[in-house]
């Protein structure tokens, strides 16, 4: 069997457990919870089966687990694994009840999202058909680069974590946390500094398995280019409802860039009502 045959396979088998466990425990955060883990497999699929002997395969294979295992750390301390759902699902379903709703769930929750799972582990088949391509300095370039991205995803991360913990501890006391949201450090420069990595992580990777190819013109520029506009629906979703729960985000999208980090700008002039 070719690894790209073996890779679907897992896909299709990732496929039915997320839609059976979604009916069965009526929780529907299931890809979420193999997000980090199924490309991870993916990749060394493609690794393995050049005898992990080709050295672009090899730093892909270990780049994506670093990723894997730094994302899975951060969703599990999130209490992802102990099934607590996605709080959007549940503002989703009041939205779309019934049959809608379980429609959306097989064909995008379930059937979408893993196929994009899938396809940003592919520049390792294009590294995996270039095999024999060698190693070279653009390669190294973009490893540094990929981790970079992951240690910027890490300190975004952390920057929430730690603002969540101390929002927390300030509810639990009685009190009115001010911020209620944080817009301190990565995250004056990006509303969602950790789309900008995780996104980009996926771009690099591309970008690993065309040099092996020698050209950027590959189809597996499919995976990335999907992802992008899977977190692009994920933001507009996402803070329609951080601005419906907070006035004053609608301040801070004034002001603070959607993903790609940059500097903050002017606050745009109060208008003041006639008399």
Known sequence: MTPLFVALCIAAGACAFVWIASLVTKDYSWVDRIWSIVPVVYVWVFAASAGLGDVRLDVMAALVTIWGARLT???ARKGGYTGVEDYRWAILRARMPGWRFQV?????????QNAILLLIALPAFTAWEHRNAPFGPLDALVAVVFVSLTIGETVADQQQWNFQARKKQVTDGGGV???RFVQTGLWRFSRHPNFFFEQAQWWALFFLGAAAAG??????????FLLTLLFVGSTIFTESISKSRYPE???YQATTSP??????RSAPPVAVPRS
Not at 104 to 112: A, C, D, E, G
Not at 215 to 223: A, E, I, N, P, R
Not at 259 to 264: D, N, S, V
């Open 259 to 264: 993903i790609i980090p940059w500097p903050p």
């Open 73 to 75: 750390f951060n969703f």
């Open 104 to 112: 959306f769930n097989l064909f995008f929750i379930v059937i979408y």
């Open 249 to 251: 985000y609608a301040q």
């Open 215 to 224: 050209s950027v013109l590959q189809w597996t520029v499919l995976g990335p």
């Open 177 to 179: 946390p001010n911020p």
